[in-house]
T-cell receptor, first 112, second 113 residues
Framework: SQTIHQWPATLVQPVGSPLSLECTVE??????LYWYRQAAGRGLQLLFY??????ISSEVPQNLSASRPQDRQFILSSKKLLLSDSGFYLC???????????FGPGTRLLVL | DAKTTQPPSMDCAEGRAANLPCNHS???????VYWYRQIHSQGPQYIIH???NNETNEMASLIITEDRKSSTLILPHATLRDTAVYYC??????????????FGTGTRLLVSP
């Protein structure tokens, strides 16, 4: 069966510090991968998606970037965090565009 | 993307059926209806999806009206662990390449003893 991991589970970072969140998927190959952000009390916002290694599409302009160095690894980064980057970050995978997306446990980020 | 409308909150007694409605009056003929739920501080969990016919799995049943303008997610015997926010999502046509899932604010279901 497939599993998706995210770490860390929680993170408190000062404004201006860098960020690196990692997501890995097990039990499948060449998945589509997604990064979402959920602000407090809000719905999910798609940030990035990837169809393969090195292929990243951005949905909204922002202070964040994404990379996919390996088939089942998806990384969310920032060089300098802003207060507005606080939120719940979720990674998801699917077999292809038409298939169901499955979400990881999430990383809760608090920027102070 | 077709929009969905859900009540912001619902209550249900433990052991009773929870019926969560969703309106999607602008849905097109080849768009699927998906349901996810999100338990507090966890990632969304896929529940079920359907196109035209009613669907049932080990978690829930999905009833889609004949005109497809609304649907109901049914949890037949709600437990305290079913307390969560439930999202109804209309999935864009499958043959048009990537289309993002649009999560609204969902229905907050509270199951009480």
């Amino acid at each position: 069966s497939q599993t998706i991991h995210q770490w860390p589970a929680t993170l408190v970072q000062p404004v201006g510090s860098p960020l690196s969140l990692e997501c890995t998927v097990e039990g499948t190959s060449n998945p589509n991968l997604y990064w979402y952000r959920q602000a407090a009390g809000r719905g999910l916002q798609l940030l990035f998606y990837s169809v393969g290694i090195g292929q990243i599409s951005s949905e909204v302009p922002q202070n964040l970037s994404a990379s996919r160095p390996q088939d089942r690894q998806f990384i969310l980064s920032s060089k300098k965090l802003l207060l507005s980057d606080s939120g719940f970050y979720l990674c998801a995978w699917s077999r292809d565009w038409v298939e169901t997306q499955y979400f990881g446990p999430g990383t809760r980020l608090l920027v102070l | 993307d077709a929009k969905t409308t859900q009540p912001p909150s619902m209550d249900c007694a433990e052991g009773r059926a929870a019926n969560l409605p969703c309106n999607h009056s602008t849905i097109s003929g080849n768009e699927y209806v998906y349901w996810y739920r999100q338990i507090h501080s966890q990632g969304p969990q896929y529940i079920i999806h359907g196109l035209k016919n009613n669907e049932t799995n080990e978690m829930a049943s999905l009833i889609i009206t004949e005109d497809r303008k609304s649907s109901t997610l049914i949890l037949p015997h709600a437990t305290l662990r079913d307390t969560a926010v439930y999202y109804c999502i209309v999935r864009p046509p499958m043959n048009t390449g990537f289309q993002k899932l649009v999560f609204g604010t969902g229905t907050r279901l509270l199951v009480s003893p």
